[in-house]
């Protein structure tokens, strides 16, 4: 099982969609979740991050957690053809401080 | 500008070569890492400094080596042990090293063998 995983993809969603993105990770002693957004041949820029479970809304990103399922998502509002990006999720290893552990990510494709 | 400057943006290594890449911030940061990116690829650990003159090895250090000599800067040299180093690699940084700080990265360098 790896340690933390995401569907690859692609996600295709109409312009003005609700994008859903899902991530599971197997270490229950995990702390802290970010979300990063990866552009081709760019470097990821943090989306955002949650720490305690439910949801945490910043404009037209939601990321929620459930501890118990060991279960991270992120929704995407009225999502936009820039949405259109590798969004990788990140959990911190448990007695690792802050080293990360990322998914290999899902590709989201916005359609007009 | 505050922010991670990696450079050279592309590099080309030759058999039995080693070469370094640079990472540099100005953030104030104490706490510096290095990542692989293959192409569909998550990515993976090689390198993290929480502080100046130390250095840890991450999931993948083998062929690696780092250097922590001033706090804003955290070179990695890809040795020639390292058998496949063709690569996206991401220098990033964080306040400091607890479980909720976030990490930002730099722009990348790529490296390719010739």
């Known amino acids: 099982q790896k340690e933390v995983e995401q569907n690859s993809g692609p996600l295709s969603v109409p312009e003005g969609a609700i994008a859903s993105l899902n991530c599971t990770y197997s270490d229950r002693g995990s702390q802290s979740f970010f979300w990063y957004r990866q552009y081709s041949g760019k470097s990821p820029e943090l989306i955002m991050f949650i720490y305690s479970n439910g949801d945490k809304e910043d404009g037209r990103f939601t990321a929620q957690l459930n501890k118990a399922s060991q279960y991270v998502s992120l929704l995407i509002r009225d999502s936009q053809p820039s949405d259109s990006a590798t969004y990788l999720c990140a959990v911190n290893k448990a007695g690792g401080g802050n080293k990360l552990t990322f998914g290999t990510g899902t590709q989201l494709k916005v359609e007009l | 500008d505050g922010g991670i400057t990696q450079s050279p943006k592309y590099l080309f290594r030759k058999e039995g070569q080693n070469v370094t890449l640079s990472c540099e911030q100005n953030?104030?940061?104490?706490?510096m890492y290095w990542y692989r990116q293959d192409p569909g690829q998550g990515l993976r650990l090689i390198y993290y400094?929480?502080?100046?003159?130390?250095?840890q090895k991450g999931d993948i250090a083998e062929g690696y080596s780092v250097s922590r000599e001033k706090k804003e800067s955290f070179p990695l040299t890809v040795t020639s042990a390292q058998k496949n180093p063709t690569a996206f690699y991401l220098c990033?940084?964080?306040?400091?090293?607890?479980?909720?700080?976030?990490?930002?990265f730099g722009p990348g360098t790529r490296l390719l063998v010739l």
């Open positions: 953030l104030n940061h104490d706490a």
């Open positions: 400094s929480q502080i100046v003159n130390d250095f």
């Open positions: 990033a940084s964080s306040t400091g090293d607890r479980v909720q700080e976030t990490q930002y």
